[in-house]
C-alpha cells in the first residue's frame, strides 16, 4: 500500500505527463475550487453497468496493464 505522499507524487507525475504543467495545475485548482463528495460520486460511477461487467473491465484492465 502506497503512503498519502507517494500517492500524491504519482498523481501529479501523471497529471503533468497527461495534461502538461499548465492544465495539470488547471486541474487542481478546478477540483480544489468545487466541493466533491467522493461517495456520491462512487455511488453513480457505473450506474449503468451490472457488478459482473464492471469486474470483467477491471480484469481485462488489469491484464493489459501488468
Known amino acids: 500500500m502506497l ?3 507517494e500517492i ?3 498523481g501529479f507525475k501523471i497529471l ?3 495534461l502538461g504543467d499548465v492544465d495539470a495545475e ?3 485548482s ?3 475550487k468545487e466541493p ?3 461517495t456520491q460520486w462512487q455511488s453513480t460511477l457505473w450506474s449503468d ?3 459482473d ?3 470483467e473491465n477491471a480484469m481485462n484492465y488489469r491484464t493489459k496493464n501488468k
Open 3 to 5: 503512503t498519502d505522499t
Open 53 to 55: 461487467q464492471v469486474s
Open 49 to 51: 453497468q451490472t457488478i
Open 26 to 28: 488547471k486541474f487542481i
Open 8 to 10: 500524491k507524487r504519482k
Open 16 to 18: 503533468i505527463e497527461k
Open 30 to 32: 478546478l477540483i480544489n
Open 36 to 38: 466533491f463528495d467522493y
